[in-house]
């Protein structure tokens, strides 16, 4: 926001009955400005030093309602690691605990680097176990940090960069650029860069809120994040062929296989994701003895990390992605699930809440348990040329195939779109590769019936 010059003071109110009763009152640009204290001699000073500086001819950020002076002065004593505190402290109670384990990974990767320029801590992994276990994590802060962490909180607190300098552009690069590499110096992900510099990115505009800028820096800034590809590669994603040998592997293995056999089954027949898969309650699936059935989706569960939650539970319920707190979905199954569905239960119950999958001792299915089943299952179905491929090498990639195989079906994109939980800019993003396949069927059942349309019209009259 640009500063100005429009400030009008208005006389000290008193107010009887508060702690600071003497207010000082002013507008910038037609905003209004206050600040209150304890006596009228300490309003009055106050009042005179802010009048001083119009009459100095300094402009006032309308946002803060602070003269051009004392916010250089406020910028040059913050600094960055306080500001990123400061976010996360304020962010913390409304956000759940994977959101604010993310945040707190972007905000540690890009916290060391907004330091002095040649200033490195001589143990960097133990600085940054510091900044994002301790700094990053307000669960934490109820106990001192142990010392060795002490020690690098202390370097970076004198170290880190004042919020003023970070309008510069070289050290906002230097910043993001820390963004595309892990702490061993090896390249970052590009969707784990592109998550990071979200997280930063809202510590900016927060910092905005608060005045300790007049714009956002990152805005307009010559920047270039790595690319994300999004598109599934059609050469990972198996066909319905391969879906069930894959299957049918995981049924045969011992100890979790046939725990898991119809768990995998709704990650392809229902386009289910894993955490919904593990949310699947009895009292949401309609599953009748022929025919298709339909279940209702309400959530899933996420990991989150007992440090990162408020109750100290690893896991945490979520609503569905990118939906309402009470949204749900409902999914048509084929029978084919249908039947894996009633014979799970049958042969296994449910859990003591209804959840039809769970462990040995009742509790939630684990990623490592079920990614460590899928692996033996690919080992035992797959061929060396299938392996070569990277075909299935993850358990989502099942979800991928079942929407997939639903395009190349003749589904409406919409409906694909709909019952697998996502945007339909998503699913174009997603499976492009797979939609042009839809669109040439659909453009071959459009030009037979245009042929026999033609075919059964009589040729128009061309004598006049």
Same mark, same amino acid.
């Given at each position: ?8 003071? %208005? ?71 306080? +500001? ?7 962010? %913390? ?109 809202? +510590? ?11 714009? #956002? ?113 409902? +999914? ?5 699930? +249908? ?19 769970? #462990? ?105």
């Amino acid at each position: 926001m640009v500063l100005s010059y429009k400030v009008r003071f %208005w006389e000290i109110r008193e107010r009887s009955g508060r702690a600071k009763a003497f207010d000082v009152r002013w507008t910038v640009n037609g905003r209004e400005k206050s600040e209150s204290f304890l006596t009228r001699g300490l309003a009055d000073s106050r009042r005179a030093k802010l009048m001083s500086a119009a009459r100095d001819g300094e402009p006032f950020d309308p946002k803060t309602g602070l003269p051009a002076s004392e916010l250089r002065a406020l910028r040059q004593r913050t600094t960055w690691y306080a +500001v990123a505190r400061e976010y996360m402290d304020t962010r %913390w109670d409304r956000t759940p605990g994977s959101t604010r384990r993310t945040i707190a990974e972007g905000l540690a990767t890009i916290t060391v680097a907004f330091v002095e320029k040649g200033a490195v801590y001589r143990e960097p992994r133990v600085l940054r176990r510091a900044v994002y276990s301790w700094a990053f994590n307000k669960n934490a802060w109820a106990r001192e940090p142990r010392a060795e962490w002490l020690a690098a909180l202390d370097w970076l607190e004198s170290k880190s960069l004042p919020i003023g300098e970070l309008e510069d552009p070289d050290v906002l690069r230097r910043g993001l650029d820390a963004l595309c590499r892990k702490l061993d110096g090896t390249v970052a992900a590009a969707k784990t860069t592109k998550r990071k510099r979200a997280a930063v990115n809202e +510590v900016f505009v927060e910092a905005v809120e608060r005045g300790y800028f007049t714009y #956002n820096p990152l805005i307009g800034l010559r920047w270039a994040a790595p690319e994300v590809d999004d598109a599934v590669d059609p050469d990972c994603v198996p066909n319905p062929i391969q879906v069930a040998r894959l299957l049918e592997a995981v049924r045969r293995l011992p100890g979790r296989g046939p725990h898991l056999y119809a768990f995998f089954g709704c990650l392809y027949y229902a386009g289910m994701r894993p955490a919904e898969v593990i949310h699947l309650r009895k009292s949401q699936c309609r599953l009748p003895s022929t025919g298709w059935g339909l279940l209702n989706l309400k959530g899933g569960i996420v990991t989150a990390g007992k440090e990162w939650t408020d109750d100290g539970a690893v896991h945490e319920t979520h609503s569905l992605k990118r939906r309402a707190a009470k949204a749900t979905r409902p +999914v048509p199954i084929p029978p084919v699930l +249908v039947r894996m569905l009633r014979n799970h239960i049958d042969r296994f119950g449910v859990a003591a809440d209804g959840r039809i999958f769970q #462990n040995e001792a009742g509790n939630y299915i684990e990623t490592s348990a079920y990614c460590i089943t899928w692996g033996r299952a690919r080992e035992a179905a797959l061929t060396l040329d299938e392996h070569a491929l990277n075909l299935a090498k993850r358990p989502y990639d099942l979800r991928h195939a079942g929407i997939s195989f639903w395009l190349a079906s003749g589904v409406d994109p919409a409906e694909c779109a709909r019952r697998a939980g996502q945007s339909i800019q998503v699913l174009f993003r997603y499976y492009a590769k797979f939609l042009a396949g839809a669109r040439d069927h659909a453009n071959q059942l459009i030009e037979e019936s245009m042929n026999r349309w033609e075919g059964s019209s009589s040729p128009p009259d061309e004598t006049g």
